[in-house]
């Protein structure tokens, strides 16, 4: 490419530092504005962009080695527009989390945030830049130390303005840090840090040596002496406070609100994405004191309900178990089929329910079925159901959901929890049908929840410390027949008395699942687990 601009190193390094400062965070300087009223000095927020053009001076005079310094400020630029358009549109956070969520999202959920709005971004704020930024000159100083003077000079003007402002604002820094740790995520480029720190770990990092759960784990033969079929529905970004079960006024569960469900109403998540949350919940480590590595390096419950005698499948439409089900029988859903559940880059949960259907005619043993299902999955919501459920009008109809009105994306969401329960009472159905030859149950729980726009937020992966409780609040729902309890030695009775019951989270699903299911292990803890005060005495 024809260079037409020509520029000294050191004002390259200034222009790109000031571009970076006050157009990919300006979200955090203005962040920084708002807060500034919990501080009584005034000039605090001033000194915000000083504190981040000298950071970035520092940072970009270090980078620039010959040859390197253009292709890493053009990636940068490129990769800052994205990360622009996500926190400005979705408030979302480029921390550890979010980008190992980014990594694990399957290519065509990755797709649906490509729109026009987004398209702009990127051309606007990072090809745009880069254009000028691949034909600018670099022109070099009479001699290589007058070079590297000027570089000593610039890292030392910045170095000044950093203990300036430290001198004279580090107090109104300290409180407004302490209180608001999330201000540190909202720097760009941030995201290249976090997604270095996650190739390591994924491609670099030795793993834990893997330690076994529930060694003594044994199923307890049922009162009937039938094997039991449990089911167990994995939701995806369904939130507690769009169901008709939990208080929500729209009808949203009219296809299972007559089976008798039980609906623990008070039940926060592990975390507020996919890749944290599936494992945490299924792992017997509880979100005070989740350690991600150690829950992928043990068993978790899926593998003890195995190990205790049952026959397991892992039905998939979400793009993986996140390692939940790398020990037992998996199936993954094609999504590139052309039928009519899927479309060639994503499919309706109900293609699951044939596959389920095999499952279950296959043989007269202990089962355990999970369907994880793509269920909510955002932002192209109206591409979970089918036509037939777009029942609540207007839906937004489109990825770029900043375009639509909170009302759209309220009633298109919702359709995606009618047709989750559309699902959930096929499945049931097929349970029911069952009946004579096993004792049978479902259990419902999503892995998060969702933002539809309150408080200027949208999806989810918020930090947990700061996310709002639309993304951790979720449904759990149990289905369960009087010929299952009472095989089980279960009081139903007590279980429904506990819908209402304060504290629960995803915690108790471990114990809680293994319990139900009629798993006898020192590995459940019956604190934890929520049918322990249900047991019927003998």
Partial sequence: MRQIFQIKMTSFIVVMSAYFTLCFNYPILAKIFDLSHSVSNVFFPYTAPIVLMAAFLIIFTVLCWPYLFKPVMIFLTITSSMAL???????????????????????????????????????????????????????????????????????????????????????????VGRNNHFLNRMIIPGHVYAGGKYLYKKFIYKPLPFKQQGLDAKLSPSKNHKPTLFVMILGETARTYNYAYNGYKRDTNPYTKNEGIISFKNVESCGTYTALSVPCMFSNLTRAHYNQDRAYSQDNAVDIIHRAGAKVLWLDNDGGSKGVADRVNYQAIDPSQH???????????????????????????????????????????????????????????????????DEEIRNVYDNTILYTDFVTEQMIKMLKAKEDKYNVALLYMSDHGESLGENGFYLHGAPFSIAPKE????????????????????????????????????????????????????????????????????
């Fill in 85 to 175: 358009y996500a926190e400005v549109n979705y408030h979302t956070l480029f921390n550890n989390a979010v980008i190992e969520s980014i990594f694990e999202t399957r290519s065509d959920e990755a797709m649906s945030y490509i729109n026009a709005d987004s398209i702009i971004y990127v051309i606007v704020f990072g090809i745009v830049p880069s254009i000028w930024i691949a034909m600018v000159k670099i022109t070099k100083r009479e001699s290589f130390i007058k070079d590297i003077v000027a570089r000593v000079a610039l890292i030392s003007i910045a170095c000044t303005a950093i203990l300036l402002v430290g001198l004279t604002t580090f107090k109104s820094y300290a409180s």
């Fill in 339 to 405: 039928n009519q559940f899927c479309n060639g880059t994503s499919c309706y949960d109900s293609v699951m329910l044939d596959k389920a259907q095999s499952f279950i005619d296959n043989g007269d043993t202990n089962k355990f079925l999970v369907l994880h299902l793509i269920g909510s999955h955002g932002p192209t919501y109206f591409k979970r159901y089918p036509k037939a459920f777009d029942k609540f009008k207007p839906s937004c109809n489109r990825s770029d959901i900043e375009n639509c009105t």
């Fill in 471 to 538: 993304q951790k609040h979720v449904p759990w729902l149990l289905w369960l027949p009087n010929q299952y309890a009472q095989a089980k030695g279960l009081n139903k009775a007590c279980l429904e008395k506990k819908e209402n019951q304060a504290g629960l989270s995803q915690d108790n699903l471990f114990p809680s699942l293994l319990s139900l299911y009629g798993v006898k292990s020192k590995v459940i803890n019956p604190k934890l687990d929520i049918a322990a005060s249900c047991r019927v005495k003998a």
